[in-house]
């Protein structure tokens, strides 16, 4: 895992509405911006990428 990637997880949407609209899985990447001093949290259907 890169350095600054705090998580990268596989998750979908739960609530009767969000899953309805997306089923779809997601990928929830997690990271860190030491410049900013800011956390961005993407959410992505790249399930094949190792590194984003």
Same mark, same amino acid.
């Given at each position: 895992? &890169?350095?600054n990637?705090?998580?990268?997880?596989i998750i979908e949407? /739960?609530t009767f509405?969000?899953?309805?609209d997306? &089923?779809?899985q997601?990928?929830r990447?997690e990271y860190?911006?030491?410049e900013?001093?800011? /956390?961005?949290?993407?959410?992505?259907?790249a399930?094949?990428?190792t590194?984003?």
């Amino acid at each position: 895992m &890169p350095k600054n990637e705090l998580s990268d997880s596989i998750i979908e949407f /739960t609530t009767f509405k969000s899953h309805n609209d997306y &089923p779809a899985q997601l990928r929830r990447v997690e990271y860190y911006d030491e410049e900013q001093d800011r /956390t961005f949290v993407f959410l992505n259907k790249a399930m094949d990428i190792t590194d984003l």
